[in-house]
């Protein structure tokens, strides 16, 4: 190992030992980029830091995510200030009761969100917190399922945004939408972790680790959602008191706006939040649940409320930024070879884009860089491309249900609370036995059909 691979690894390496001993993320996530920055830059590096900022104000990924933020943030006050959550809420109980209804019910409503990730966590968890803490569910089951099935849903039903991502992508490679059809019944690691999130609300597997202790310590007379030493909140949306409960479709109406627009617009959810944001104004101030000046109020308090959130997201695109320069995408991917017998690719490809998922958060761009690798490697090896798209993207799933640093990881934590190192402990034990039965599955399939 030569010293620029070593020196890849260090920014990394920082941001997981510093997190896990000290459990802040923000002040972690800023010295590992700045640690980015002192390698990509040397001397110049307070200037190279600066830069690194510049561009990732003007990257457009994370312009769409600043949108995102601060629409849902305001959305989301809106609905909590109109009373329509309350009445979401009191709708939902009724027929949501008990340990197992909520938690099914929350994964119905993940499948009928697929259109986006960041639609799934941030309205499942904010709208479903509440049912699931007066019905003794501990927050870390909402927030390991929320963020779980998410992803998974998005790269399993073919008209999500991320589906739109990768078929663009492939289509550079002489594929098209056919082949991320076909590719769909080896998608092993999303197909596995979404069934393994149904049967467990079910009672149909044991709870284990960080879920197993969460609800012990509900059954000895503790709380439902567990403050953390040292945590720090993120995102502070609490639902604020004495609020008058109102019609549960001033919060359906809007949702349901809201993903009709996303599908109309070719899963752009910028044009869904807008849509929504002006149907909740139609609503609310005809309705004279509130005034116009109420409205504007309330919805800038729940877009500031996103402001800390949007800044950390911001250092973890500039630590993926450095991560990308130092090499790091290339010394990972570039591992799998010509040399790599063919029966082992799609186990081999699934592995390390997991990882490298996991260890940048750049869902999005490990997608850009393995697809060109592996997909003509597919070809000159005789492989079914199909089976290699569905690898990349099981170990895409793999790796942002695990990265605690990615920012849908963030938003399922600023919905629920749960810190993103517990999120990722309380998924751990499920994610990665999904991945074995999936890493499985790759090698099946390259022993017997290829």
């Not at 591992?335 to 998922?357: D, E, N, Q, R, W």
Request: glycine share 8%; proline share 4%.
């Amino acid at each position: 190992m030569n010293l620029e691979t070593i020196i890849a690894f260090i920014p990394l390496t920082v941001l997981i030992i510093g997190a896990l001993t000290t459990k802040r993320i923000a002040e972690t996530m800023v010295v590992a980029s700045f640690l980015g920055a002192v390698f990509l830059y040397k001397s110049n590096f307070f200037s190279g830091y600066i830069d690194m900022i510049y561009q990732t104000l003007s990257n457009s990924s994370y312009q769409f995510v600043l949108i995102i933020l601060m629409g849902f943030g305001g959305m989301i006050k809106l609905l909590q200030e109109s009373g329509a959550l309350l009445g979401f809420g009191s709708l939902v109980h009724k027929f949501a009761k008990g340990p197992k209804k909520p938690l099914i019910v929350s994964w119905i409503m993940a499948l009928i969100m697929f259109v986006d990730d960041y639609l799934s966590t941030l309205a499942i968890s904010f709208s479903m917190k509440d049912i699931t803490d007066k019905n003794g569910i501990p927050r870390e089951h909402l927030a390991y399922q929320s963020n779980s099935i998410a992803a998974c849903f998005c790269v399993l039903i073919p008209f999500s945004s991320w589906t739109a991502f990768n078929v663009g992508l492939i289509s550079e490679q002489g594929l098209s939408y056919s082949d991320y059809i076909h590719a769909l019944p080896y998608m092993f690691y999303p197909i596995i972790a979404a069934v393994t999130c149904l049967i467990l609300d079910f009672g149909l597997i044991p709870k284990v680790g960080v879920l197993k202790s969460s609800y012990e310590r509900i059954r000895c007379g503790g709380p439902s959602f567990l403050e953390e030493k040292n945590q720090s909140s993120i995102v502070n949306i609490e639902m604020p008191e004495n609020t008058k409960e109102s019609s549960a479709a001033n919060a359906l109406i809007p949702i349901i706006v809201l993903v009709i627009v996303v599908l109309i617009y070719d899963n752009d959810l910028v044009h869904g939040i807008i849509a929504a944001i002006v149907v909740q104004a139609a609503m609310y101030i005809g309705k004279k649940i509130m005034t116009l000046s109420d409205f504007m109020r309330f919805f800038f308090d729940g877009a500031k409320s996103m402001v800390n959130l949007a800044l950390v997201i911001c250092f973890a695109f500039m630590l993926s930024s450095a991560n990308k320069e130092l090499g790091l995408f290339e010394i990972v991917i570039g591992s799998v070879g010509k040399t790599v017998h063919p029966a082992l690719l799609p186990v081999m490809v699934f592995i390390v884009v997991a990882f490298t998922t996991f260890a940048t958060s750049g869902y999005w761009m490990i997608q850009v860089i393995s697809i060109p690798i592996f997909i003509p490697l597919a070809f000159s090896m005789g492989i079914n491309p199909p089976i290699i798209v569905a690898a990349i993207m099981s170990g895409v799933t793999l790796g942002c249900n695990l990265c605690f640093y990615a920012d849908p990881v963030f938003m399922t934590s600023a919905g629920t609370g749960v810190s993103t190192l517990r999120l990722v402990k309380t998924t751990l034990p499920y994610a990665m036995g999904a991945a074995v039965l999936a890493a499985i599955g790759y090698l099946a399939v390259g022993l017997f059909l290829i």
